[in-house]
């Protein structure tokens, strides 16, 4: 029993079922990824804050021991010389805190005094005493309990602390100041930035003393920023206002080695910049932003007590999808039971639409394949629905019909006709083609010795063979006339190229025939050949005939001339002959060689004509060649009535082509009009019979 498709509504009910519930389902996510973007920014912010407190607690020495160790010297209760009470005092402030680097003193006379760090937990003591005329340098070596084990002394040092740059700008500001400086990493030649950090100390007369100063190396701000672990894709940084870097986690890149300070373009992250330039127009610590199309997070946080020129930002980007798509999945997953309960209904309704849709889209693509009359691909449909079943049986009834009007109509023209939607009806155009007439040398006799069947089914072979041909190459067959067959080419579809395509398609008939000539044979029935004539010109191309039977044909004189040269073939012993129209626009492409200059019956004008031999190959025909030289002066002799030169040369010509029947022709006109000359002799051969 078949069903009626009203059944298809039970889907439309379930499609509205599903959106409800995505409405409802949506309408919660989005509130939720309110919630979720808030506490992103709140981590964030956290994350910030933590990096904050770590990176002022590492840096609190600079501020502590620089305050202390500059109070001391400036009330002389600690007086900067080679003693060892001064070195052990400089090691109470190298040792006491891990990351300190070095402390050092240099007063107006150009004395140093250094302690720093060395391999193996040795210190490294550097004093620079200058004497009126005498620099002495003294370096020693100390374990970690303060013992010495090893010096060197150098006369002549060349170093002068007075002109380091820290020196100067402590003197020019005259105030504690911070400063970031290459410094050779303990253990290594290589060079990381660090902070020196600068005291000057005056005695009472405001005059200064000297400086002292720590160093400390900013590689653990890179370990406390590299700890905070938000998203695979996020960016921690340290920079001062004017967007100096002074660390970043960044995978593979370590922005504190060299001698200059990095800035945000030295990581290569557009996005980053952009929102240190955004933070700076706004001041708020958190914020969302778009970059390229696409969405971050930022958080900001300045570190306080810092003693440098600009204030310095912990900053930290993450990916808005970063952070969300995990929240995502887990707001998917906490609704999946809303769609539980829709499994089953989707299941159920899924099958039964696709049992009423895929059928109604056979039937659609049926359609579409019958406008563009494909019709051997529409094959018959089956369904237990009715409304269904009767329109499959109506789309057969219509391929059928269609079929058998296809084939009595040119199919490009019956395509057009469906495409445009419009009815045929009676009317033309003029417009340049080019035509293509074609008939069976010695039919008659054949047919006479054929009964009707047998002549039926040659000519059917005999009309497939061009058809095919034609079709491939663009044309139109027209009509079948007897043994004969009109064709042509750029109608209904436009050929920009078609006087090209109706010559490939003469010598592909000529090909086609050696193989049916071939087939023939083997039947026992008798051998022909077929002779063509091609003209290119403007004619009259649309419907023509009463409301009842329409034609689409072209008429017109070029029409008669195509006919005509058809005919001509039997004259001059030849199969293929084109206009000189033709001959100008496929010279180039084809084989030819002149004919006659021919008024046709009913003409007075004369044309010249062209026999088309075959396609043009790579390899010149030189004989061909050859002969056309020699044909074109002695028919232009004829022209000029000169009938003994050009006999001359026509004989010379048949000598080596005694079956042209052409040569033939000419010699004996040549001679027939040496004795008598026709009267106002233009060089045109009238032709008094079709």
Same mark, same amino acid.
């Given at each position: ?218 590689? !653990? ?55 240190? !330039? ?223 395509? !109706? ?58 001339? !195509? ?47 062209? *026999?088309?031999?075959? *396609? ?75």
């Amino acid at each position: 029993m078949k069903i009626s498709i009203r059944f298809s509504i039970l889907t439309i009910l379930l499609t509205l079922l599903v959106g409800v519930s995505l409405f409802i389902v949506s309408i919660n996510y989005f509130a939720l990824d309110t919630i979720l973007v808030k506490t992103t920014e709140n981590t964030l912010e956290n994350a910030g804050g933590k990096v904050s407190e770590q990176v002022a607690r590492y840096l609190q020495p600079l501020n502590r021991f620089s305050y202390v160790g500059a109070n001391l010297i400036a009330n002389n209760v600690i007086t900067p010389d080679p003693s060892n009470k001064f070195v052990n005092f400089l090691n109470s402030i190298v040792s006491d805190e891990t990351g300190v680097a070095s402390t050092f003193w240099a007063d107006e006379l150009g004395n140093f005094y250094l302690l720093k760090k060395a391999e193996n937990n040795q210190l490294t003591n550097i004093n620079i005493i200058i004497n009126p005329g005498n620099i002495r340098s003294t370096e020693n070596i100390y374990d970690s309990n303060m013992n010495l084990i090893g010096s060197k002394e150098t006369v002549g040092a060349s170093f002068d602390p007075r002109l380091r740059p820290w020196y100067q700008q402590a003197k020019f500001k005259k105030q504690p100041a911070w400063f970031v400086y290459p410094m050779v990493l303990t253990g290594t030649k290589k060079n990381e930035l660090g902070i020196t950090a600068v005291y000057p100390i005056y005695d009472k007369a405001k005059k200064l003393r000297g400086v002292f100063g720590i160093d400390i190396p900013l590689g !653990a701000i890179s370990t406390f920023v590299s700890q905070i672990k938000v998203t695979e894709n996020s960016v921690v940084f340290v920079c001062n206002a004017q967007g100096h870097l002074i660390t970043a986690y960044s995978a593979n890149l370590n922005l504190l080695e060299g001698y200059k300070m990095p800035n945000l373009d030295d990581l290569g992250m557009a996005w980053v910049k952009h929102s240190f !330039a955004l933070y700076h127009q706004t001041l708020d610590p958190t914020f969302i932003y778009s970059y390229n199309n696409k969405k971050y997070i930022a958080a900001y946080e300045k570190i306080p007590n810092i003693k440098s020129d600009s204030e310095w930002t912990i900053g930290i980007i993450t990916p808005y999808q970063d952070i969300v798509a995990p929240l995502q999945r887990g707001i998917f997953f906490s609704f999946i039971f809303i769609f539980v309960a829709l499994v089953f209904g989707i299941i159920f309704s899924a099958f039964f639409s696709s049992r009423i849709s895929n059928p109604i889209i056979k039937l659609a693509k049926d359609a579409e394949l019958i406008c563009q009359l494909k019709l051997e691909e529409v094959k018959q449909l089956y369904s237990r629905i009715k409304e269904i079943d009767y329109m499959a049986d109506s789309f057969m009834k219509m391929k059928s019909a269609l079929n058998s009007f296809q084939r009595y109509m040119p199919i490009a023209l019956v395509k057009n006709l469906i495409s445009s939607g419009k009815v045929a009806e009676v009317g033309g155009e003029t417009k340049e083609i080019t035509l293509l007439f074609s008939d069976i040398e010695n039919f008659t006799p054949i047919s006479e010795n054929m009964s009707p069947q047998k002549v039926m089914q040659y000519l059917s072979e005999y009309f497939q063979a061009i058809t095919k041909v034609v079709i491939n190459t663009k044309g139109t067959v027209d009509k079948y006339i007897g043994d004969g067959a009109m064709a042509f080419w750029g109608a209904p579809i436009e050929d920009p190229q078609h006087a090209l395509h !109706a010559c490939q398609a003469a010598v592909q008939i000529k090909r086609a025939f050696v193989q049916l000539n071939d087939k023939w044979r083997s039947e026992g029935n008798p051998q022909t050949a077929t002779r063509i004539g091609i003209n290119t010109g403007q004619v009259i191309v649309g419907n023509v005939g009463s409301d009842d039977r329409l034609s689409y044909t072209a008429l017109g004189d070029d029409v008669n001339l !195509a006919s005509r040269l058809e005919s001509l073939n039997k004259t001059y012993g030849t199969y293929t002959l084109v206009s000189e129209n033709t001959y100008k626009i496929v010279k180039d492409y084809f084989k030819f060689r002149l004919i006659d200059k021919v008024a046709v019956k009913g003409k007075k004008q004369g044309v010249y004509v062209y *026999e088309l031999i075959d *396609e043009k190959t790579e390899t010149p025909d030189l004989q061909l060649e050859q002969y056309n030289q020699v044909f074109q002066e002695a028919f232009g002799l004829y022209e000029h009535g000169e009938w003994e030169k050009a006999s001359g040369l026509f004989s010379e010509l048949a000598t080596k082509n005694p079956q042209d029947r052409v040569l033939q022709m000419f010699i004996e006109r040549c001679q027939t009009f040496g004795k008598k000359p026709p009267e106002n002799w233009t060089g045109t051969w009238i032709m008094n019979h079709k």
